[in-house]
């Protein structure tokens, strides 16, 4: 693998004051007040007051219970993710907002559809299908909530798929590229898991690795004993990285220099040259969306640079942190596109929100005459514990030609 290109850029002026706000845009600025009292407040009444007629000390203490909830959470969130950096409130908070997540979903949904259904079968009284749906809620949720915990720390499943990419050349077929994201590194300590995670990715015997960013929530230096082990994994022609969102909260060159020093080839705007049986194949990555307003000097996504002075003939794969980057992908010709970000949803039905902000939430999918999207599900997790009909994965795509 050799080195063609290394564009450096630099973020772009000042963008001014911009255009009024509009209603929804000061109405959104409510959203993060509002939306923790309805994920607490929802449950609260479904599954104390919503015909149930629960004994006093019951409903008092269910109440409490969720007050202190409500409370707490913010707090710990702010004291674990704010400027203390607390790694033990970081946890507490990410746990009660995965739990209530799926305490409010379960909630609506057996609120609404099991009375429902428990109605028209004509089963027992209105109090007893209260207490039906009570009770089914909170089983529903103390099951998913240990398989989700189970799911979010196992190490992933592989996931194999060939890709076709009509222009790669007879030279390169059955090239093995093995894909990791959004590792994640926290607060919870993952390094046996990170250990583990790089055995098996050694496991697949890939031609080239990569990791499309989201290394980690903390600086490199508070987290390098789970990310240490990146420095073990094997490539017969390279491990290539780019930057994801993540690394713009926590002092992303760190990042770039502790990959650097771990063996990997961080492609900052930049293309490599991978070379097969005579056949070529243009590496290339770029930065995320999110670096230029991050204010480090020379950070922020240019695929133009990326590409430059590569063979506009031949095949291109390119590590972009966010699926949404594909519609530049797509303009530039690119054949293939790597990507995480989206953790497939992680939690069920964030999965639907996802797709508002996203062109694709998990899988292979095509964008304009030539461009293919491969977004995985991510291989860590972040902020709550929890993964929930979103599994993870480390992805080995065999690039095939049509030759």
Request: glycine share 12%; charged share 20%.
């Amino acid at each position: 693998m050799t080195e063609t290109s290394d564009t450096r850029s630099t973020a772009g002026a000042d963008e001014g004051e911009g255009p009024p706000r509009s209603g929804v845009q000061r109405l959104m600025r409510f959203v993060p007040l509002i939306a923790p009292v309805l994920l607490w407040a929802v449950p609260c009444w479904v599954l104390l007051y919503a015909g149930q007629h629960w004994p006093f000390p019951v409903t008092l203490t269910g109440t409490v219970l969720i007050v202190l909830g409500l409370i707490a959470m913010p707090l710990a969130m702010v004291r674990g993710h704010g400027r203390r950096q607390q790694d033990g409130a970081a946890i507490v908070g990410d746990s009660l907002l995965g739990g209530i997540w799926i305490l409010f979903t379960w909630s609506v949904l057996l609120g609404v559809l099991l009375r429902l259904a428990l109605t028209l079968a004509g089963v027992g009284g209105g109090q007893d299908r209260a207490r039906i749906v009570t009770w089914a809620v909170l089983g529903t949720t103390a099951v998913l909530l240990v398989w989700g915990y189970a799911e979010a720390r196992r190490v992933p499943r592989v996931r194999r798929l060939d890709v076709r990419l009509p222009r790669l050349g007879a030279g390169l077929d059955g090239i093995r590229v093995a894909l990791i994201t959004d590792t994640h590194y926290g607060p919870l300590d993952r390094a046996r898991w990170s250990a583990r995670v790089c055995e098996t990715v050694n496991s697949l015997e890939a031609d080239l690795v990569c990791h499309t960013g989201d290394i980690a929530d903390g600086t490199a230096e508070r987290r390098l004993a789970q990310a240490a082990p990146l420095g073990t994994v094997r490539a017969a022609l390279g491990r290539v990285y780019v930057t994801g969102n993540h690394e713009y909260h926590s002092e992303a060159q760190g990042w770039v220099d502790l990959m650097d020093e771990l063996g990997w080839e961080p492609l900052r705007n930049r293309h490599l040259l991978l070379e097969r049986g005579g056949d070529t194949l243009v590496v290339a990555g770029v930065d995320d969306v999110t670096a230029e307003s991050s204010g480090l000097t020379g950070h922020r996504a240019h695929l133009a640079g990326a590409l430059d002075g590569a063979d506009p003939g031949l095949p291109v794969l390119l590590l972009a942190h966010q699926p949404k980057f594909v519609d530049r992908a797509a303009a530039h010709g690119v054949d293939l596109q790597l990507s995480g970000h989206t953790h497939g949803g992680q939690i069920w039905p964030f999965h639907y929100l996802v797709r508002l902000d996203q062109p694709s939430r998990a899988g292979l999918s095509r964008h304009g005459a030539r461009t293919l999207l491969y977004t995985s599900r991510g291989t860590g997790f972040w902020g709550p514990p929890f993964r929930v009909f979103a599994p993870s994965e480390i992805t080995l795509l065999v690039l095939r030609s049509p030759r």
